[in-house]
Every structure is written in C-alpha cells, then in structure tokens.
C-alpha cells in the first residue's frame, strides 16, 4: 500500500469494507500465504539449532581434551617438583646443575599450563555463547509454535465458516429450485 496514492488506497480500503466477499477473498489470501511459510520457516530453524548442537558438542570435546591435558601437566609438574626436591637434598654440583634444567623445565609447563587455562577460558565463553544462542533459538521455535497454533486455528475458523457460507449457498439454491 505504500505506493498507493491517497485515492487509490481510499478505493481499496471501501472495498474491502463493502464488499464481504473480496474481504473474506483477501484475508484467506493472506493466510493461506502465512501458512506456507511456516513448514520452511520451522525447518530452517530445526537446522539452526541441529547446527548449534553439534558446535556445542565439538567445544565439550576440547574442553574434554583441554582437561586431560591439564590433569597431565598438574601430574608433570607434582613428579617434576619431587625430583627437585629430592635434587635438592642431595646437594650435589651436579644436582645443582640438574635442579637449573628442572627448573626451565617447570617453568615451560607452568607457561604451557597458563596458556591451556586461557584457552579452557576461552572454551568456557564460546560454550556459554553457544548456550545462549541455543536458548534463543529455543524460544524462537517455542514462538513459530505458538503463531503455527495461532494460524491453525484461525485456518479451521475460516474452514468452518466456508462450509458455513456452502451450506447456505446449497439452502438457497434448493429453496430458488436449482
């Protein structure tokens, strides 16, 4: 209608108040296109949320292995700090020197371990977007459902009230001997 002048939308707009069955004509129209958009508006977001679900498992899976990973590194280090320890006690030249190596070694896995909290972190927000996507995509479903119930009702309305009008059209036929 917007690019209807002033005339024309004043024509349209009596019509579809005087005469009842371009009303009716124009408001099935309308609906019935509605209704066809549903089904491929209700697949599209099935796959959305399929896909996010599978996104959403990938990155349980690397936190998984993020984990694991972690737990060897805790397990490296407690046996590395042991032997540093015992290094220690024995005081040698040569256990000294050990200690030196022990110590860089720590020191890179104490780097490798922060750099794998950060990327657990990271997993941890990606997962947490993730859920919140999957959540409004549960919702926008949970409201294509509700507007499918909506328009199915309003379709048997309309069903109901055409075999209504039929019935009436058969009743007058019959009493006007057609």
Known sequence: MATMDEGEKSRFLETVRRVPGFREDLRREILTGGLFEVPERLERLAATVEDQGRQIDGVAGAVKVLSATMGDFAEQITTTM????????E????????????????????????????QLADH????????????????????QGRETAGLRGEVA?????????????????????F
Do not use: P
């Open 82 to 89: 042991h032997e540093l320890m015992t290094l220690v006690r």
């Open 157 to 177: 309305r309309l069903v109901a009230r055409f075999d209504q009008l039929a019935a009436d059209v058969r009743e007058i036929k019959r009493r006007l001997g």
């Open 91 to 118: 005081g040698s030249t040569e256990l000294r020197g050990q200690l030196a190596d022990q110590g860089g070694q720590l020191a890179d896995q104490g780097r490798q371990l922060a750099d794998h909290g950060r």
């Open 124 to 143: 941890g927000r990606q997962l947490a977007d993730h859920g919140r996507q999957l959540a409004e995509l549960r919702r926008q479903l949970a409201d």
